[in-house]
């Protein structure tokens, strides 16, 4: 009898609940192109930088079959403990998991034969040096797919943010705000000299968009992806003596102006760069 034929999920299985519940929103989109971008054939090497929780590494082994091999890497290993759980759960087989920085890659020269990230080489803290490393161990001819959003994302909001700091006369927040922006989405034109001087030539790019909606500026703060992911960072760069003062501002003016339009939408402009070694 063919294994799959023998699977039996319990959907009353509080283990099994809690590995399916999540795909987030915000990775989706970007993944879906990805997806929509990756060439799939047997008994590949497979290599998922930044993995996280386990999307797209969970999917795309799914999606290739026993005969291939898929790797995850990742330094956050409350996630990556996550995603063997999943493993675990769903008796998935031809995935490995290493906890490890994108900088130091633990694998032989030409050992790939597709490395994939989804908006997560945005993120390391050397992006040339994580370039370096994929142009070691993909194999000649291999595929190189990543996504990142770019640095117009969510502009509706950090033009009023950066008014509102200005207004506060909070000059220097507004340059270190510009700073981080640039240091989490990258111009197209930096990655692709960072690229050319990894040696990968072979570019094609794919851009997108997608929208986050919002009923007002209280939903969004309170919106458990931008507590997690984008709060702490923004609290970084303010003076913690005037954050509720920033924050009632930026949310008062985000309410009215949600209130003047129905809504508040933000723009997550994206792109997709795939690379032939």
Request: charged fraction near 25%; charge should be positive; proline fraction near 5%.
């Amino acid at each position: 009898m063919k294994n799959y034929l023998k699977s039996k999920f319990d959907a009353s299985n509080k283990t099994v609940v809690s590995v399916v519940d999540e795909l987030p929103l915000w990775s989706a989109p970007f993944g879906q192109t990805l997806f929509e971008t990756v060439n799939l054939r047997p008994s590949m090497k497979v290599l998922d930088i930044a993995c996280g929780t386990g999307f797209p590494l969970i999917e795309l082994a799914g999606r290739l079959g026993s005969s291939s091999l898929v790797y995850g890497i990742d330094p956050w290993k409350t996630a990556t403990d996550r995603i063997k759980l999943k493993l675990k759960t769903y008796g998935i087989r031809n995935v490995k998991v290493i906890n490890c920085i994108a900088e130091k890659l633990p694998f032989k020269n030409n050992y790939f034969d597709l490395i994939v990230s989804n908006n997560g080489i945005n993120n390391v803290p050397d992006i040339k040096s994580v370039l370096s490393q994929c142009r070691r161990v993909i194999k000649p001819g291999g595929q190189f797919v990543f996504t990142f959003n770019l640095p117009k994302t969510m502009s509706e909001f950090y033009d009023i943010f950066k008014d509102v700091l200005g207004e506060l006369r909070l000059i220097k927040e507004i340059h270190k705000l510009e700073e981080h922006i640039y240091d989490k989405r990258k111009p197209v034109s930096v990655m692709d000299k960072m690229l050319a001087e990894a040696d990968f030539l072979n570019v094609k790019k794919v851009r997108n968009s997608f929208s986050m909606r919002y009923l007002n500026g209280t939903a969004f703060f309170n919106h458990y992806p931008v507590k997690l992911h984008f709060l702490p960072e923004w609290k970084k760069i303010l003076p913690g003596n005037r954050l509720e003062e920033i924050f009632n501002n930026l949310e008062n003016r985000l309410n009215k102006i949600s209130e003047e339009k129905g809504e508040l939408q933000l723009t997550i402009p994206y792109i997709c760069y795939n690379i032939k070694a």
